[in-house]
């Protein structure tokens, strides 16, 4: 995928969601895996062009597990004259030594928004800019409906009223392969996920299954995206 077509999907979504207003200031949350570096990339790149001014800090929260290299996002952050913090939490220390959960990734999730969102507050921002893709939305959808006995995602945007804090997902109309082609011709380098769960996880559950669904099934993301999309879910209706 091109930077143009990246720009295109992010630039639909924003418009059509209203997800940037003028004098925005926007935390990038940057893990340094491929949608986080789409993200980035593409909202450094929108501020060129877009009619709404708005500012991005870009923000990692580390885990503070051993093997978590974040130089290339420093470098890359330099290169694209964004300023980069590096936020460094005991959170990995936590929840596989201290409490050791057995399945980790809510909890880790919430702490890192937690952290994410505390930096992102302390540097002035306004917005968090979150980087789930087309799948994540999909596989959210069916995560809820197979672990939580209910219909539910993540909205495009959302408000955290504690904080006074706006997410938005700006990725939701990129697929994940193309997140994967762009971050490939690129030349980009992917921050290796040290945590001891990757690969092992109930999203790494759901993404098979419905890889096996959609062999089954044409066009299955489409219309499960869709279905969402003009679902009664709350912030999905584009008029909201």
């Known amino acids: 995928m091109k930077l143009q077509k990246l720009l295109s999907y992010v630039r639909r ?3 059509d969601y209203h997800m940037i207003e003028e004098g925005d200031r926007i935390a990038v949350g940057v893990s340094g895996g491929k949608d986080s570096l789409c993200l980035l990339i593409a909202l450094h790149h929108l501020q060129r062009f877009y009619p709404k001014h708005f500012e991005i800090e870009a923000i990692t929260v580390s885990l503070g597990l051993p093997g978590a290299q974040y130089d290339d ?4 952050c330099d290169s694209l004259g964004v300023r980069y913090t590096l936020v460094q939490t005991d959170i990995g220390q936590i929840i596989f030594h201290e409490r050791k959960e057995k399945n980790p990734c809510s909890l880790c999730a919430k702490m890192r928004k937690g952290a994410l969102n505390t930096a992102a507050e302390s540097l ?3 917005k968090v800019a979150l ?3 087309k799948d994540d939305v999909v596989e959210t959808f069916f995560m809820s409906l197979f672990y939580e006995g209910r219909m539910n995602c993540f909205a495009p945007v959302s408000y955290l009223d504690r904080m006074k804090l706006y997410s938005i997902r700006p990725l939701i109309y990129v697929p994940e392969w193309e997140c994967r082609s762009f971050v490939r011709h ?3 380098q992917i921050v290796k996920n040290p945590c001891l769960a990757d690969g092992n996880t109930k999203r790494q559950e759901t993404k098979e299954l419905l890889l096996e669904l959609s062999s089954k099934y044409d066009n299955l ?3 499960v995206f869709g279905a969402i999309r003009r ?3 709350k912030g999905w209706k584009e008029e909201e």
Do not use: F, P, T
């Open 73 to 76: 996002i420093q470098a890359l």
């Open 221 to 223: 993301q489409e219309k």
């Open 231 to 233: 679902s009664a879910l």
């Open 131 to 133: 980087g789930h893709n």
């Open 186 to 188: 690129s030349g980009l």
């Open 124 to 126: 002035g921002c306004n």
């Open 13 to 15: 979504a924003v418009d």
